[in-house]
Structures are given as C-alpha cells and as structure tokens.
C-alpha cells in the first residue's frame, strides 16, 4: 500500500485499503515458523492527516489466519482484528540527525513523494497475532505415547498400576 504524500491533506481523510499479504506468507513459508498463513489480502482503512511535517494515521484491519496449534498440531482459523496509530515525521537532513540514531528514538519516517505503508501495516499483522498458535486455550494436545489427541480421542496408552501418572489419580479417589 503506497500512498502521495502531496495527496494527504490537513483534515483527516478516510482510506480503504487491501493488503497483500504475499511477502508474510513467503516468511513464513520459506522460514522455521509455518505457524501462520494468512489470505491473499487483509482489508483496512485508516483515517490519514497532515500537521506541518508529520503525517498521522490511525486505523483498523481485519481478516482470517490459519495457524497450526502447537498443542495439536492441527490447523485452525481464527480472525485477527487490530486498531493501529502512528505518526511519521519527514526524514531530517544529514546534517540535523548528526550523532543521533532517530529510529532508535522509535521515530518513523518519510521521504520523497510516496510512503509506503506495507511495512508498517505488515508489522503491525505480526503484532496482532497471537505469541503461540493453539487451537483451543483448553486444548489437551497429543499423547506422547498413543498419538491420541486428547481433545477428542481416547488415550490408548496402556494404563498399568506402575503408571505413576495413574497412581496420582488413584492417590485423589482416596483421599475423598
Ligand atoms: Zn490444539
Ligand atoms: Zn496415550
């Protein structure tokens, strides 16, 4: 998503957007985390507005992810939904910003005619997803033993009394 900066005026504008979504799922394709996989686009809009040098934004996204629960190992969907602000200054000359690391400040900036708005938008989709895919917050996972997942299966595993696990339960069923 690329927008004019000549064409953001002083009053707030509302704008509808699409985000392809391309460039996270080629992440998370090609890299270790194949825990998430996200539609062609997420739909949005923001309300943008010009102050002097700074350009404000404010909006929202929503759509649906796949992820696969880390629990289960099976894939879910669940819908993302995240409201985002952020202000980005026009880039100071060279000789302003001597000695100072301005991004290190959090300062985002722009520069030039256009601004593009995929790397903020993109960042903040990574924000919005949760820190560990699971199906359910309840969801059991798989038994070690049989595979079984434990949500909905029956654990096959063979429950001898040197079963320490089992020896806990029949510890409980006395002390009632
Ligand atoms: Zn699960
Ligand atoms: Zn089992």
């Known amino acids: 998503m690329k927008i004019a900066v000549n ?8 704008i509808n957007f699409s985000e392809r979504m391309d460039e996270l799922n080629r992440i998370f394709g090609e890299g270790k985390a ?11 809009s923001f309300v943008c507005y010009r102050s002097g040098k700074d350009i ?25 939904a995240k409201n985002f602000d952020f202000v980005l200054t026009h880039e100071p ?43 359910d917050e309840r969801c059991l996972g798989i038994c070690g033993g049989c595979g079984a997942n434990l949500s909905s299966e029956t654990c096959l595993c063979d429950s001898s009394p040197g079963d320490s696990r089992m020896a806990f339960f029949r510890n409980l069923r006395l002390d009632r």
Request: proline fraction near 9%.
């Open 34 to 44: 194949r825990d998430f996989r996200f539609p062609p686009s997420l739909d949005g």
């Open 56 to 80: 404000f934004f404010q909006g929202s996204f929503e759509g649906m992810v796949e992820g696969n629960c880390s629990r289960c190992l099976k894939s879910y969907s669940f819908s993302i």
């Open 7 to 14: 064409g953001i005026p002083e009053s707030p504008k509302e």
């Open 93 to 135: 000359l060279p000789a302003k910003s001597k000695g100072l690391n301005l991004e290190d400040m959090g300062l985002s900036f722009y520069s030039g005619e256009e601004i593009n708005l995929s790397p903020l938008i993109q960042e903040q989709v990574l924000l919005a997803l949760p820190t560990r895919p699971l199906c």
